[in-house]
């Protein structure tokens, strides 16, 4: 019992100086195996954990027995103890139930911290748990960081209105919802609210039927920030756009702040009327893109650590890789990882996520050697649209023309929505300009082509590799 009761004092020096998260995710159950006059001996539940703690925690928990036994401690060591979950066996600690343990003081203290900030989660209408601290910044989003940033700083009178766009899943939702978390916690004064597209049209339809839309109004005008997401869903709703279109004016004359998002750029969102959408582009408009493979891995291991889950290393890369679409697909396949370490208790490796995601449709081609070498791929050795139709007709063996003109067969409406949808995915085209490639076709019809190839490649494996096949003999 000495050694339980040495092992509980050094974890609460370990406790002191290291993250709630961190503690908890790498140390769960620990044991003192040993103890000599120099050197400790800790055990672990696996080699799995017994490396991590040996890579991550050595000089820590080395600092936290000297403080505990004294300088006499020269060094410590970590090994796996297969009797470590035995109940007869008293020198192991439950790193879990130790710290409910030791915090169990400061649930007060929690708990009013807790109640101190509710209101602002139920004055905004946002999630607390988005704050622009834990999101990802990479490349392909800084600028819609940045902007975000510089808003909260000096809300409604620069940037204003800020319009973000880009595919789902990106990250729009987090940095809205993160922007007005950080101005309520800056401004205590001010009064933020977070709504989207479609709760708003909700709203405004609960406020006819019951003939007090003055009474919304009157409550929008009396906002300090008002964010709005997902505008792209006020498509043929007239009435709520002609409602919000009114609020947008009474918010920005008097210099109150607005933040938007849409899946489009707001020229694109043409199911919109002109003078809203002229609106969105009085500020600054920003994207956002595809992560790349660092932010990718960066994005895989936060939303680890949130979810108190390790990961190794080279099955982080591996997901980073091959997980390419958005950050909603990166933290479904870490869910995928948690379900089944919780029901089976495997431990991800490489050989198993690699087997989990082929099941799941994505490619397992990892390119190390493009990554490796620090050169990414991308669309700059691609000199116009004309390399990707050459490349699909060629891949399918039609014309050309074929894919170009209208035509229903089936031979030649496959290669147009893959033509399509690497022109928009890869090269970045907008869908006018994509149109106009195709003989004058409107923005809808290749929105429609586009998506509903990205829908069929999710459930044909066989044509998700033929696409794979396409991008990688054109080098994006």
Known sequence: MEKHYKLKNILTHVIESVKKQDFLVYFRKISIVEITDSTIVYGTVSSFMKDNLQAKFNTLVLEASQKELGQKITSISFVVDSTIDNPSNT?????????????????????????????????????????????????????????????????????????????????KTHLLQATGNEILRKYKDKKVAYTTADKFITEYVTAVKKRNVEKMREKFREIDVLVIDDVQFLSKKEQTQNELYNIFNLLYDSNKQIIISGDRAPKE?????????????????????????????????????EKEFMIPQDVSEFIAANVTENVRELEWVLNQMIAEYELTGNTPSLTRIAAKLQKLSFTTDLLWEGRNSGKSRNTSSIKSYEDI???????????????????????????????????????????????????????????????????????????LYEVNAIKDGIGI
């Not at 595809?290 to 932010?295: G, I």
């Not at 147009?416 to 006018?432: A, D, G, N």
Request: proline content about 3%.
């Open 269 to 305: 969102l043409t199911e919109l009327e002109p003078r809203l959408r002229s609106r969105f582009e009085w500020g600054i408009t920003v994207d956002i893109g595809k992560p790349d493979f660092e932010t990718r891995l960066a994005i895989i291991q936060e939303k680890a650590r």
């Open 389 to 463: 139709l050459d490349a699909v007709s060629q891949h399918f063996g039609i014309e050309k023309e074929g894919i170009l003109w209208e035509n229903r067969k089936k031979e030649f409406m496959i290669p147009r929505q893959v033509s399509m949808y690497l022109l928009k995915t890869k090269m970045h085209y907008t869908y006018e300009r994509i149109g106009n490639i195709f003989n004058g076709r409107n923005h809808a019809s290749v929105l429609y082509s586009c998506n509903k190839l990205e829908k069929i490649i999710k459930k044909d494996k066989n044509l």
């Open 91 to 171: 020198n192991a600690v439950d790193c879990q139930d130790f710290y409910k343990e030791i915090t169990k003081s400061n649930k007060i203290a929690d708990k009013k911290s807790r109640n101190s900030v509710s209101p602002i989660e139920q004055k905004a209408g946002a999630h607390l748990r988005y704050t622009l601290n834990n999101f990802v910044v990479g490349a392909d989003n800084q600028l819609a960081f940045s902007a975000c940033e510089a808003v909260t700083k000096n809300p409604g009178k620069s940037y204003n209105p800020l319009y973000i766009y880009g595919d789902v899943g990106l990250g």
